[in-house]
Nanobody
Framework: QVQLRESGGTLVQTGGSLKLSCTASASTSGFATLGWFRQAPGKEREQVARIGRYTEIKAYADSVTGRFAISRDGDKLFLQMNSLNREDTAVYYC????????????WGQGTQVTVSS
């Protein structure tokens, strides 16, 4: 099974920018959708952004629209985050939905993003 690994999480100041990367251990040709999720302490996990593997159609959570941008380059997935605020502090996960599946079933281990003032 393909494994996903996130990188790029770190401590950043309010208003700053950060780019997360997600690398797959093998081809992502069997994926239908790739996405970024996040989970803050005491909160449920939420989908931040997603992109169709072949359609390239993108969608964003309302809370990040206009600030975050998801992109894909081959088997790598990225999340460009701008104008960060403290509410963006969370563990960020990349995930994949396989073709024919309704759920995201392949997950990375997560990378911590902390936004401080």
């Amino acid at each position: 099974q393909v494994q996903l690994r996130e990188s790029g999480g770190t401590l950043v100041q309010t208003g700053g920018s950060l780019k997360l990367s997600c690398t797959a251990s093998a081809s992502t040709s069997g994926f239908a959708t790739l996405g970024w999720f996040r989970q803050a302490p005491g909160k449920e996990r939420e989908q931040v952004a997603r992109i169709g593997r072949y359609t390239e159609i993108k969608a964003y959570a309302d809370s990040v629209t206009g600030r975050f941008a998801i992109s894909r380059d081959g088997d790598k997935l990225f999340l460009q985050m701008n104008s960060l605020n403290r509410e963006d502090t969370a563990v960020y996960y990349c995930a994949a939905r396989l073709s024919g599946s309704t759920d995201f079933t392949i997950w990375g281990q997560g990378t911590q993003v902390t936004v401080s003032s």
